[in-house]
């Protein structure tokens, strides 16, 4: 008989998270509906928002209930399947919950879809580069921030899962690309491995001078992940009329920070500001994943992951998004 383990959540996390707010419990999988499939989960895709949807604040989805099963993307194989399309040993990828099996069906925030099989790309690119990472990173470099040829563009948390794609996307386009990350080995590793024309450490008491180094003529774009003091630093070097793609406000989501801005910079360089969430990319989610894949498999782009293992770990896990000790995709193995 199987056992169906979930992480419920049982309190809200004032900044870090562990597993004493979350209790753990075991049932049977849950039964099948017409219409659905019952999967067993893989990986889980671990990601900033999953921190959001622990608190109780206005957010762009209901935030996760006390007692209901830790809301997360995930990917796994069909065990049974009540719905046309789908059979058993696919491989999927939907709102698979922190737990070991769900029942799943088509709709709803991330859907339910069947993960493409391609020569020399592995199922769990699916939740990362060749999934929802990559597509808000296409969607804000392509489709929000309008990138292209000569393009001075910044990038902050720029060694993370979006945040290194997004820089990549830009190369691509022709543009010359400036990575954010904490600490040395990071920032050397943006110019190494992903290819951006210059890395800064945001931790280097010379920070701001390195940045105005880096963008001797300003900078075009800003595609914006962190918020804060650091958004503040990237703004002062943007050209008027520059783009920011508002991707996401890390440095906020853990408790502390701070949001604010001074927004007279905004209208003194009249910038164009835009917040996207992936939740909108229903359009242009099949062209981005086409691209990102075909990227990836000419070796034009790359990717890292981070994989923890164990179910159990998925709080612990969280916490590395935030301790930065994660590179590029984080991801934990359930089984
Ligand atoms: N708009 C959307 O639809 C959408 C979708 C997905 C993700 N996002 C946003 O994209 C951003 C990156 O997400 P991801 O999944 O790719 O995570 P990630 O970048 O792989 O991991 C988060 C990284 O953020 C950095 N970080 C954490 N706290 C920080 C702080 N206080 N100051 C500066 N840097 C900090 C850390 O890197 P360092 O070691 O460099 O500090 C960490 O590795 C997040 O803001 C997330 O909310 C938005």
Same mark, same amino acid.
Not at 14 to 31: G, L
Not at 187 to 207: H, P, Q, T
């Given at each position: 008989?199987?056992?169906?383990?979930?992480?419920?959540?049982?309190?809200?996390?004032?900044?870090?998270?562990?597993?004493?707010?979350?209790?753990?419990?075991?049932?049977?999988?849950?039964?099948?509906?017409?219409?659905?499939?019952?999967?067993?989960?893989?990986?889980?895709?671990?990601?900033?928002?999953?921190?959001?949807?622990?608190?109780?604040?206005?957010?762009?989805?209901?935030?996760?209930?006390?007692?209901?099963?830790?809301?997360?993307? &995930?990917?796994?194989?069909? #065990?049974?399947? $009540?719905? %046309?399309? /789908? =059979?058993?040993?696919?491989?999927?990828?939907?709102?698979? !919950?922190?737990?070991?099996?769900?029942?799943?069906?088509?709709?709803?925030?991330?859907?339910?879809?069947?993960?493409?099989?391609?020569?020399?790309?592995?199922?769990?690119?699916?939740?990362?580069?060749?999934?929802?990472?990559?597509?808000?990173?296409?969607?804000?470099?392509?489709?929000?921030?309008?990138?292209?040829?000569?393009?001075?563009?910044?990038?902050?948390?720029?060694?993370?899962?979006?945040?290194?794609?997004?820089?990549?996307?830009?190369?691509?386009?022709?543009?010359?690309?400036?990575?954010?990350?904490?600490?040395?080995?990071?920032?050397?590793?943006?110019?190494?491995?992903? &290819?951006?024309?210059?890395? #800064?450490?945001? $931790?280097? %008491?010379? /920070? =701001?001078?390195?940045?105005?180094?880096?963008?001797?003529? !300003?900078?075009?774009?800003?595609?914006?992940?962190?918020?804060?003091?650091?958004?503040?630093?990237?703004?002062?070097?943007?050209?008027?009329?520059?783009?920011?793609?508002?991707?996401?406000?890390?440095?906020?989501?853990?408790?502390?920070?701070?949001?604010?801005?001074?927004?007279?910079?905004?209208?003194?360089?009249?910038?164009?500001?835009?917040?996207?969430?992936?939740?909108?990319?229903?359009?242009?989610?099949?062209?981005?994943?086409?691209?990102?894949?075909?990227?990836?498999?000419?070796?034009?782009?790359?990717?890292?992951?981070?994989?923890?293992?164990?179910?159990?770990?998925?709080?612990?896990?969280?916490?590395?998004?935030?301790?930065?000790?994660?590179?590029?995709?984080?991801?934990?193995?359930?089984?």
């Amino acid at each position: 008989m199987s056992i169906n383990r979930q992480l419920l959540l049982a309190r809200r996390p004032e900044n870090r998270v562990s597993i004493d707010h979350f209790d753990v419990v075991e049932a049977p999988p849950p039964p099948v509906e017409d219409g659905e499939v019952l999967v067993r989960t893989r990986f889980l895709s671990v990601d900033p928002t999953n921190r959001v949807w622990m608190k109780d604040v206005p957010q762009y989805m209901p935030p996760v209930a006390i007692g209901e099963v830790m809301r997360s993307g &995930g990917l796994g194989e069909v #065990i049974e399947s $009540r719905l %046309d399309g /789908f =059979a058993r040993g696919d491989l999927v990828f939907g709102m698979t !919950g922190w737990q070991d099996y769900a029942a799943l069906k088509p709709g709803g925030a991330l859907g339910l879809a069947k993960v493409p099989t391609l020569p020399g790309i592995t199922p769990e690119k699916f939740l990362g580069i060749c999934g929802p990472n990559g597509v808000t990173a296409w969607a804000g470099m392509i489709d929000v921030a309008r990138v292209g040829e000569g393009d001075v563009v910044i990038v902050t948390a720029a060694a993370g899962s979006v945040g290194s794609a997004a820089g990549q996307i830009a190369r691509l386009k022709g543009a010359r690309v400036v990575g954010i990350a904490g600490g040395p080995a990071k920032a050397a590793k943006l110019v190494s491995d992903f &290819g951006f024309d210059a890395g #800064i450490d945001y $931790r280097a %008491d010379d /920070f =701001a001078d390195q940045l105005k180094a880096a963008t001797p003529r !300003g900078a075009d774009v800003l595609f914006e992940n962190v918020g804060g003091a650091i958004m503040e630093a990237c703004t002062a070097r943007l050209n008027p009329r520059a783009r920011i793609a508002l991707c996401g406000m890390i440095s906020i989501y853990n408790g502390g920070g701070s949001a604010r801005h001074d927004w007279s910079v905004m209208l003194a360089k009249r910038l164009r500001v835009e917040g996207f969430n992936l939740i909108d990319c229903g359009p242009i989610w099949a062209q981005a994943v086409r691209d990102l894949s075909g990227w990836l498999a000419a070796g034009q782009i790359r990717d890292e992951e981070t994989i923890v293992d164990g179910l159990e770990q998925a709080p612990e896990a969280l916490n590395m998004l935030f301790d930065g000790t994660n590179v590029g995709k984080l991801l934990v193995r359930v089984s």
